[in-house]
Antibody, heavy 118, light 109 residues
Framework: EVQLVESGGGLVQPGGSLRLSCAAS????????MSWVRQAPGKGLEWVSVIYSDGTTKYAASVTGRFTISRDNSKNTLYLQMNSLRPEDTALYYC????????????WGQGTMVTVSS | SSELTQDPAVSVALGQTVRITCQGD??????ASWYQQKPGQAPVLVIY???NRPSGIPDRFSGSSSGTTTSLTITGAQAEDEADYYC????????????FGGGTKVTVL
């Protein structure tokens, strides 16, 4: 079965760090474009970051310099290292497979909640 | 702020047709995709490449595009179609890789 399972969310103080994980099954993370998309409570979807199959990474302006996307091919897992967290980073973080042929996110995880608060 | 613009909310009578629109300069260069999101659930892809449905998506969902506007049409809306709908595309401005619209809440009356 093709699926994505996120983990690693939680409550963190402003300025703190968290690392999110996204374990994939049924397909190979390194052969695909993989993105993180977040959704603040009651708000819309916001693209955060992508890692291409060739390892190229891109970030939304709001997280550039603070977040790092990576993958572990041996574990077939995607990561998002989040540093210098701000209250406005509070959101449900989804990982999604980003199909470069259709330009669509065709597989989504269920999300992991990150709350930044003192 | 979103670089794709959607109406915040629309309503449709049960069994009738509703069209949701999405506007943005990136749509001149890229096809849009559409996602359905029900409360407490992850988004689900319903249209990609402008007018293609993934396996399992009912054929009452269709897409179209013209210039900088793309549309999602639900023909014969059902109660289970009540949800938030988001458009997205690659970003031709180069500022981001991907942009999303702000979402449209569809209410089935």
């Amino acid at each position: 079965e093709v699926q994505l399972v996120e983990s690693g969310g939680g409550l963190v103080q402003p300025g703190g760090s968290l690392r999110l994980s996204c374990a994939a099954s049924g397909f190979t993370v390194s052969s695909n474009y993989m993105s993180w998309v977040r959704q603040a409570p009651g708000k819309g979807l916001e693209w955060v970051s992508v890692i291409y199959s060739d390892g190229t990474t891109k970030y939304a302006a709001s997280v550039t310099g603070r977040f790092t996307i990576s993958r572990d091919n041996s574990k077939n897992t995607l990561y998002l290292q989040m540093n210098s967290l701000r209250p406005e980073d509070t959101a449900l973080y989804y990982c999604a497979r980003d199909d470069p042929f259709t330009d669509a996110f065709d597989i989504w995880g269920q999300g992991t909640m990150v709350t930044v608060s003192s | 702020s979103s670089e794709l613009t959607q109406d915040p909310a629309v309503s449709v009578a049960l069994g009738q047709t509703v069209r949701i629109t999405c506007q943005g300069d990136s749509l001149r260069d890229y096809y849009a995709s559409w996602y359905q999101q029900k409360p407490g659930q992850a988004p689900v892809l319903v249209i990609y490449g402008g007018n293609n449905r993934p396996s399992g998506i009912p054929d009452r969902f269709s897409g179209s595009s013209s210039g900088t506007t793309t549309s999602l049409t639900i023909t014969g809306a059902q109660a289970e179609d009540e949800a938030d709908y988001y458009c997205n595309s690659r970003d031709s401005s180069g500022k981001h890789d991907v942009v999303f619209g702000g979402g449209t809440k569809v209410t089935v009356l």
